[in-house]
């Protein structure tokens, strides 16, 4: 239980709010769980969009796939990370991509109206509520962008690039990880697996990055 907390307290969603009140805020809010398996759908394309979701354990991505099976991941979330907020706040009649588990865990579900309305009792913690969920849309919406940015590359290796500079920025070092396998990658650029592969390897022979598995570096010129 108190791993649970904790994993709470991380989530951006709750920022600001005493850890001490937690209980009570989740008691005010009617969350639900659910343990999920790998590759089990949380939420599916076409659906309404009513919930947000909170991953508790394990990691789970955005994806659509398209009318002949190609996946496309759009977002990837790890623990105290929310998802489907964005598509929630907005009350979409149908969601335009699936949330599906990428590894066993657990995910919390907080209906998005008991978050946007203050309750009876008029609780202290629903304003913060608010404006963190603002926040967090907001922010969503800048990783949406830089999804555009990599994807509208025109090239493999042009979108490889972009990728893995935007993960550096991230990191702030030229050494980081990345939360995909290969496929998972190929998907979430929007490529064919073979060809990323063979760009990674003249990258590195052309001694513009170091890797193993989903560790890389980037060098110099």
């Not at 009140?21 to 398996?37: E, M, N, R």
């Not at 404006?131 to 090239?155: C, G």
């Not at 500079?165 to 396998?181: L, M, P, Q, V």
């Amino acid at each position: 239980m108190k791993n649970f907390f904790d994993v709470i307290a991380r989530s951006d969603l709750f920022s600001g709010i005493d850890s001490g009140i937690l209980p009570d805020v989740l008691d005010c809010l009617g969350v639900t769980t659910q343990s999920v398996k790998k590759n089990q759908v949380i939420f599916e394309e076409g659906e309404a969009a009513k919930y947000v979701g909170i991953v508790l354990s394990g990691e789970v991505q955005m994806v659509r796939d398209d009318f002949y099976g190609n996946r496309s991941i759009i977002m990837h979330m790890e623990p105290s990370d929310l998802f489907a907020e964005t598509f929630a706040c907005a009350g979409l009649e149908r969601m335009p991509a699936s949330i599906v588990a990428s590894e066993d865990g657990e995910v919390m579900f907080i209906d998005c109206k008991r978050i946007l309305t203050v309750c009876s009792s008029a609780c202290s913690f629903h304003n913060r509520l608010i404006q963190n969920l603002l926040r967090i849309v907001a922010t969503k919406n800048i990783s949406f962008d830089k999804k555009i940015d990599i994807t509208s590359q025109k090239s493999t290796r042009d979108k490889l690039i972009t990728f893995l500079n935007h993960e550096s920025r991230k990191a702030g070092s030229s050494e980081f990880t990345i939360n995909y396998d290969r496929q998972e990658l190929a998907d979430y650029l929007g490529v064919e697996r073979s060809a990323m592969s063979s760009e990674l390897s003249k990258l590195k022979k052309d001694g513009l990055i170091d890797y193993n598995k989903n560790w890389f570096k980037l060098l110099g010129n």
